[in-house]
């Protein structure tokens, strides 16, 4: 599929020792649906990356 209809994360699902990492995603059509880390990263990095990005926070000593 070219156009994978991804437009972001909402939310990441904990993994578990039977469970990897996951996503809740909201598609370009307005439904959601949880999404494997080595899906999102295979078909929509760009959507996964952006998410992280939102969500880095820098300590006391970001400027060195």
């Given at each position: ?19 990897p ?34 969500r ?9």
């Open positions: 599929a070219a156009a994978t209809g991804y437009k972001q994360v909402i939310a990441v699902k904990k993994p578990s020792a039977d469970a990492i996951a996503f809740l995603v909201e598609h370009a059509d307005g439904s959601r649906a949880l999404v494997s880390n080595a899906t999102l990263r295979q078909d929509a990095p760009q959507v996964l990356l952006d998410f992280y990005e939102t880095v926070q820098f300590g006391s000593r970001a400027d060195e």
